[in-house]
DNA sequence: GCAAGTAGCGTAAACGTTTACTACAGGGAA
DNA sequence: TTCCCTGTAGTAAACGTTTACGCTACTTGC
């Protein structure tokens, strides 16, 4: 009954499936299937029938059908930490695109750093049977790793953990862009640089902190404690970040931030207290995102290639789920470098030690 | 065979159907699908067994399965101008929290302004047969609608456009907020206010840079149309736009932008030319984006709420699906209102005029 | 006590593909 | 001529659900 009424009434479109289509192109299913799907032992003759049906009737197959029966969905998840950061959507585009372009769909899912939403978009990306994962959090839990190697699903993330079965790793190169800067803050003249992080409970916040560390003393110069603090990558923990440092009794002359966003943050609250940048307080950011070269003034930040990162995790991915055994499983490293902009400077310590000494007297 | 070989090998997880659950709980499989899709008519001490079985292995539906017999795919197609641009990502955040809270999933698309993008977005949706669609480009071609209409996906917009059969549009207030933008400027003495739109082909950037007209209009302004310029919503584009205005012999004392990172890019293009906002410039952004909070200094923008359009995107888009047939097209307005930060001050006339008349006078 | 209604479970038929297997035709070698 | 092999096309069985339909057994009204 339901499929006997074709056009009968003009408000219900008639179905096209793939039966539709080897009728009109006089083949079986099995012929049509083959046909597009480029299985290379079809009579071209008769592909030339089935290609012309699938246009004439503007035919596409179900994606769900399809699916169902091969096991694969032709979805790749793609979680990040914070959508609203402007890093991501930059990393998602480019992402998107590789994984259209490559007939793929992409899942997105947004973890907010909470443990709870990371779990809940593991599971939704497991139900949906994604054919893989790259996670982008920059801070994975173990948890989420074991969860999708159950199901067999190849994933990618960026850290310094120990790479698993089925885990691929993206290696960023974090030391490269730090040194960079550290030295370009230490050829200006400043000794005295703070470091806000991100969530150290994150792995490559951690990693990011620990590197820049390692260049303070290669640099020759020594941390304070209470100049490294511990943000949360976002703009509003940028701000709050600085004036912690600022309700410091001392100050130190510049500030690394472990990425743009807290960067933005800090010089803020740098506006805020009428401290002007380059001038009394020297900036450099992480990431370069677009935005960067738009703050006033713009930002100097270390740069990593988010398209870079996105296009190596796509194909990381990609190769692993290719039917030919492909162990091209080279993952090269993601380069940072700095880019100098105009919120470093010479320091100001002079002023510095001025408005530092009333400030501790009245302590 | 495949299916016999349940836990001989280790490495092979036991695939976990609704037939094992059917099983474990002694019941049949029809019961298994009523109970977890909770149908009234199933005996409470057997829901309670395929409760058990359901947890104790586990258990979740295929999704693909689940689609293909019921036809509905429980995704939602999201389509966006530009992911790049920081209103975006804030409008997905909401949108997608809304969506997986009523057990939606969700599918991005950004058309970067460009038509045969849009065309692929579109194309991907119908193919993954999604169950309802939010355009949110704020300028959407008539072909788009026309696409989705012939599924019988349902569909809304925002846009002044008229109403099709499947599709219903989410009205902004653009009037409210940009009315108080105009007087703000009034009343802090401006009378020379240059307006920078988005692309002009997209309705809604014509119908904010007509609303601003008629606000102007109403004030007692004229427009002076070397300073209605055409941007693109973008840092670049603002930037450049601003770039124009500053060639031009006369100046305005306060421009308004379509959208708040074309203000951003004005911003910038005024720090590069070393002029001060507010001091030597009055300057109003349209979306309040987070990031607004955090220029330097703040800006001056028209807020809509992303908040309210992502939940009546999702709300009328779930209402059409419910089984029942809700008929509670209620669509109400969406808000704008002004957002006084610090980019707006007094004119400073008197400077500008000095500027120009050197500038005048040598022509 | 019996007919009729009903609550609730199970069987089986879809949904639209992919793909293993079968079948058939044609060509080359013995 | 016969046999076998190869190259293609078609048939049918999956894939994991939902749901129409039928059946049983119990309740209820007379």
Redo the contacts between chains.
Sequence with gaps: MKRSQKSADSSI?PKIDIRVVAARARVSIATVSRTINHVPSVDPVLAARVWKAVTDLDY?P????R??VSGK?KLLGLIVSE??N?F???L??EF?QVA?AHGY????G?TNYETKTME?CAR?M????VDGVAIMTFGIEDFLLDRFA???VPVVFIDPAPTRPLSNVLAVDYYAGIYEAVQHLAVLGHRKIGFISGPLRLRSAESRKATFLGCLHSAGLKAEPSWLIEGDHT?DGG?DSMQKILALPKWPTAVMCSNDMTA??V??AL?EAKLKVPDDFSLIGFDDI??A??????LTTIRMSCKDLAHKAVDNLLSRLKPVGAKLEVISKINTRLVVRQTTGLPKDALLDLVDKPTSRSR
Tied chains: 1, 2.
């Design positions: 479109p596409f179900n994606t769900q059908a699916a169902l969905s959508i609203t402007p991501f959507p930059e998602i585009q998107e259209v769909e992409i899942l997105i947004s809940l939704r497991l139900e949906r049977k159950v199901d067999n703009l701000r933005i943050g010089q803020h506006f677009h935005l070269e738009y703050t006033i003034p713009p």
